[in-house]
């Protein structure tokens, strides 16, 4: 059943905001008035039945006068909190669906689908799962995309979820790209990072005691250790870098600098890509139309970026660090050899 955003929670408001006037009107004079100023039609029977959710699921202090048989708030403080009650908040809602659907599957999925229902109308009604999104051309007008992503297990989320809440040391197997084969590891779960459509595990290699990244996906015979760790202050990825190439850094920071013309110029321009970032004209090299620039920044991140810099092909070359530029020359060298 999918769910009316509007005609319930509209009801409710207009009922909350009649009793909290203080007026002490009688029940057949609210439904004249949710007629009359709210242009809301409702029914003697729907009327108590909404007064009767209203004090079960809302705690709404309602009362009668004993006189007047008026309704009235004991706690005059009291509000309804404002619910999704207008076409808009409707469609912020389908939106943050459809969010939130691309990191289904997972614990904290589960824990922010409990959060939007606790704003809701009805928790038993509303639901992540409950809302209707129609096929209709205005219903796709904003979409949020993202690589494809390997399933991860289930349990690979259970185990996860339970390690970062209790501070447990897990234990897996795991082949990394440079890897010919998967290797145990013990580390210390840390923090779950969302980042081109995969999610991937910041911990601390316990042995190597170095902190890398681990794609979920990846992560084979996951076990839970009985060692309980100490998460440590500076934990966060975020501390450790902007994070503007994705999840990958190093603990080495470079100064780089980079020219950029045509499209990637006008891309760099609108971003932030890590500490100190300057652009500026590049007057040696212009490019074809004169929009040359030299972007300049600091930054930990250095395989993302080597990468970032040769996706651009002839609009973009390294100019520090000499790593760098050896690195695109030597990659430039291979390509110009290639027989297609």
């Not at 339970?162 to 447990?168: I, P, T």
């Not at 930990?300 to 990468?307: F, P």
Request: proline letters at 5%.
């Amino acid at each position: 059943m999918s769910v009316d955003f509007t005609e319930k929670a509209k009801r409710y408001q207009a009922i909350d905001e009649i009793i909290a006037s203080g007026r002490k009107l009688k029940w057949n004079q609210i439904i004249s008035e949710l007629s009359e100023v709210y242009d809301i039609k409702t029914s003697r029977t729907s009327f108590f039945r909404d007064i009767e959710d209203l004090e079960e699921k809302y705690a709404a202090p309602i009362d009668t006068d004993f006189e007047t048989s008026g309704y009235f708030y004991t706690d005059p403080k009291y509000r309804l909190p404002r619910f999704y009650t207008d076409e808009n908040a409707a469609k912020a809602a389908k939106l943050i669906k459809t969010l939130m659907d691309m990191v289904k599957g997972n614990p904290m999925y589960k824990e922010a689908q409990e959060i939007f229902e606790s704003l809701a109308i009805e928790n038993h009604d509303l639901s992540i799962e409950n809302i209707k999104i129609n096929k209709k051309p205005e219903n796709d007008r904003i979409i949020f995309v993202g690589a494809p992503n390997k399933e991860i297990p289930a349990d690979t989320w259970r185990l996860i979820d339970q390690a970062l809440k209790e501070n447990r040391v897990i234990t897996f197997d795991y082949q990394s790209l440079t890897d010919y084969k998967p290797k145990p590891r013990r580390v210390q779960p840390w923090q779950l990072i969302f980042d081109n459509g995969n999610w991937n595990l910041h911990a601390l290699d316990v042995a190597k005691n170095a902190r890398r990244r681990y794609t979920l996906s990846e992560i084979k015979n996951l076990k839970l250790t009985k060692d309980v760790f100490t998460l440590p202050k500076d934990y966060d990825f975020r501390k450790m870098t902007r994070g503007s190439f994705g999840c990958l850094c190093d603990k080495n920071y470079e100064n780089y600098k980079i020219h950029l013309h045509g499209y990637p110029a006008r891309v760099a321009q609108k971003c932030v890509w890590g500490e100190n970032q300057t652009i500026v004209k590049d007057k040696k090299n212009p490019g074809p139309k004169n929009d040359g620039i030299i972007l300049s920044f600091r930054s930990n991140q250095r395989e993302a970026i080597w990468t970032w810099v040769w996706q651009w092909a002839d609009e973009a070359w390294p100019i520090e660090p000499k790593e760098l530029v050896d690195n695109w020359l030597e990659r430039r060298e291979k390509v110009n050899r290639l027989k297609i």
